[in-house]
């Protein structure tokens, strides 16, 4: 099974911060990854598809780059809710679909 | 109003069953394909299964595979999953999500989802 590993695992920030979290997968996937917010207590929240495909909704401080194995999520300046976990996810149809290990933003 | 309600969860012993449902309301159900995902408790998201938006393609994770089955019925707009032969690491809030309309696997819907707590 394809592995993501997610980093940091967590990250102390402060509003207005611009935040790149990183997504590693264990062998290429091409452009079949996306990306999720997690509020506390809260369902996943669809932010970016396809690597770099915004979802409907999604402000535009939100970003997703990459392809084959590193990919990466930005925001490029961070807002109080946006303080949450963050998940990258890959499908490879038919042989199942992973997350990362989910990367928390605190406030520092 | 376009949403997924799950139900069915709730504290049963180790080895026992347990049949899980999601009703979907506000979208056709019968042209999107369904997941289930769980998350243990202070832990990660784990995929678990998918049903083909017509019932004829099921996939599960190992984890789960031979012990759980998903199913849908469309008619009553709900998605299933049978639990058998439950462990303690089975323990999650277990959430459907639907499957995007491009029918690559993000989830673009998910429900509340519902607590399973397996123990003695």
């Known amino acids: 099974a394809i592995q993501l590993t997610q980093s940091p695992s967590s990250l102390s920030t402060s509003v207005g911060d611009r935040v790149t979290i990183t997504c590693r997968a264990s062998q290429g996937i091409s452009s079949a990854l996306a990306w999720y917010q997690q509020r506390p207590g809260k369902a996943p929240k669809l932010l970016i598809y396809d690597a770099s495909s915004l979802e409907s909704g999604v402000p535009s401080r939100f970003s997703g780059s990459g392809s084959g194995t590193d990919f990466t999520l930005t925001i490029s300046s961070l807002q109080p809710e946006d303080f949450a976990t963050y998940y990258c996810?890959?499908?490879?149809?038919?042989?199942?679909?992973?997350f990362g290990g989910g990367t928390k933003l605190e406030i520092k | 109003q376009v949403q997924l309600v799950e139900s069915g969860g709730r504290v049963v012993q180790p080895g026992r069953s347990l049949r899980l449902s999601c009703a979907a309301s506000g979208f056709t159900f019968s042209s999107f394909g369904m997941h289930w995902v769980r998350q243990a408790p202070g832990k990660g998201l784990e995929w678990v299964a998918v049903l083909s938006y017509d019932g004829s393609n099921k996939y599960y994770a190992d984890s789960v595979k031979g012990r759980f089955t998903i199913s849908r019925d469309q008619s009553k707009n709900r998605l299933d999953l049978q639990m058998n032969g439950l462990r303690v690491e089975d323990t999650a809030v277990y959430y459907c999500?639907?499957?995007?309309?491009?029918?690559?696997?993000?989830?673009?819907?998910w429900g509340r989802g519902t607590l399973v707590t397996v123990s003695s």
């Open positions: 996810q890959q499908f490879n149809n038919y042989a199942g679909l992973t």
């Open positions: 999500a639907r499957t995007q309309s491009s029918g690559n696997w993000y989830f673009d819907l």
